[in-house]
Every structure is written in C-alpha cells, then in structure tokens.
C-alpha cells in the first residue's frame, strides 16, 4: 500500500521561511487525488490549512491565505507547501492528507516550530 511521507519541518525565526514535502513512497496516480494540508498545536485540534484539487485549484485557510502556497507535482508524486512570513501561531506538526477515489491517506507529520 503507498504511504506519504511529510518532510521539510523545522525550526526557523519568526518571519522566516519553510518548505514542506509530501512524496508517496511509490509510483502512485496523485494527479487523481486532492491534497490537503493540516496542522495541530499542542492542546488544540486539528486543523485545515491548505487544499489543492486534481485541477490545481486551491484554498485556504484566513490565518494563511496571503502567506502560504501549497502546490503539487503529479510527475514526482509529491505536494508541497511553502510557507513564508511564519509567526509563532504557525508552530505545530504538520500532516499532508491525501484522498480521492474512496481511498484516504495521511502522513506522519512533521515539526515545524516558529520561534519569535
């Protein structure tokens, strides 16, 4: 079964810059699958931060519009999201969720932390 493995988290200052990855870990149709990105801060829920569709078309949430992109690439297989601008409120761990077609798959998150 194909998993997706998030990469890419980090520390960095507050108005500094990251990139996360989300790459299957084997060939697989992502151009048929709509990426998500979420996020989840100690003591608070989960939540959405960035989708793209199988067109491409993407939404966000308010507190990120403006500053983060998310992306794909269905030739390698992988979804990104840049995140520039970062602010404290950003430091959680990040999960790519990846679905479509009755299937669904999330990653294992990864750490990103904004220190101000």
């Known amino acids: 079964q194909v998993q997706f493995v998030e990469s890419g988290g980090g520390l960095v200052q507050s108005g500094g810059s990251l990139s996360l990855s989300c790459a299957a870990s084997?060939?697989?149709?992502?151009?048929?699958?709509?990426g998500d990105w979420y996020r989840q801060a100690p003591g608070k829920q989960r939540e959405l931060v960035a989708t793209?569709?199988?067109?491409?078309?993407?939404t966000y949430a308010d507190s990120t519009k403006g500053r983060f992109t998310i992306s794909r690439d269905n030739l390698k297989n992988t979804f990104r999201l840049q995140m520039n601008d970062l602010e404290s409120d950003d430091t959680a761990v990040y999960y790519c969720?990846?679905?479509?077609?009755?299937?669904?798959?999330w990653g294992q998150g990864t750490q990103v932390t904004v220190s101000s």
């Open positions: 084997r060939s697989s149709f992502i151009s048929r699958y709509t």
């Open positions: 793209i569709d199988t067109r491409g078309s993407t």
């Open positions: 969720h990846v679905w479509g077609f009755g299937d669904e798959y």
